[in-house]
């Protein structure tokens, strides 16, 4: 085999070291021919190839390229690959999708598929099956959703009852945060204890009572001044009902404390 200025070939299995300085402009070829050995070598400049070089160790004091675009689908693909860890001392920044296949779960900020020591940016938004918080873990949470509140009296709908509603509540977790607003153009027949329904079911918790924002033409008993709504356990409806204050018993709201022209609005939360 004829050999080229600065060329360096090792053969049939025997090793070569060497130290090259490339200085001229027909630079500094390194082959390893058929059956050939190790080749050591140190280079001062840049190193290029057109094939699939293999290494063991090696360290670069200035800029490491691979100009292949091969993107990665797994493990084993993409421009470049290692079958061991990667340890980077400084930035990386990722032009493409970021995948990790790991399926670690995390109980703890130091275990999970993704560790990192400092904080985390993201400028979109994030999807997850849950997020935990130091042990207790967010698992559920929605949007907000659009729900259409009944009203009923002794939890009987007559036919001539008529009222417009509408609502809309977030699930966070264990808790339904709600709004809503019911305006009556007829109370209808009906008679006894006034409810509503929920957008969900309520757990068999200790449920909230709560007062409500804002009434008009609901008319309270003498010495009561609040209008409340009280969750009920398991249950898919709340009542409403009336207090004189904090600390005072509460009154159910019935048919007779209602017009033809009421109207009850607020906000509440419960367990689910």
Request: charged share 5%; aromatic share 8%.
């Amino acid at each position: 085999m004829a050999l080229l200025a600065n060329d360096l070939v090792a053969t049939n299995g025997s090793s070569a070291l060497t130290s090259c300085v490339i200085s001229n402009a027909n630079g500094c070829n390194f082959s390893l021919a058929s059956g050939g050995g190790t080749l050591n070598a140190t280079m001062t400049q840049d190193l290029s190839s057109t094939g699939n070089p293999q290494f063991g160790n090696v360290t670069a004091t200035g800029q490491v390229n691979a100009s292949a675009t091969t993107s990665s689908t797994s493990t084993t693909t993409g421009a470049v690959v290692t079958a061991g860890g990667m340890g980077v001392a400084k930035n990386v920044t990722v032009g493409g999708q970021i995948n990790n296949s790991n399926t670690t779960d995390s109980k703890s900020r130091t275990t999970g598929a993704i560790i990192t020591a400092g904080g985390l940016g993201v400028g979109g938004r994030i999807s997850c099956q849950g997020i935990n918080f130091g042990g207790n873990t967010l698992g559920t949470y929605t949007g907000t959703t659009s729900w259409t509140p009944g009203i009923s009296f002794g939890n009987f709908i007559s036919a001539s009852l008529v009222y417009t509603s509408n609502g809309s509540y977030v699930v966070m977790g264990s808790m339904v945060f709600c709004t809503f607003e019911i305006y009556l153009s007829n109370k209808g027949s009906g008679t006894g204890n006034t409810t509503i329904t929920l957008p969900l079911n309520s757990s068999n918790a200790i449920q909230p009572t709560q007062g409500l924002g804002q009434w008009a033409d609901v008319i309270l008993n003498s010495g009561y001044t609040q209008v409340n709504i009280a969750v009920n356990s398991s249950s898919a409806v709340a009542n409403l009902n009336q207090s004189a204050n904090s600390s005072s018993a509460y009154l159910n709201l019935t048919d007779t404390n209602f017009s033809n022209t009421s109207l009850i609005k607020g906000g509440f939360y419960y367990f689910i």
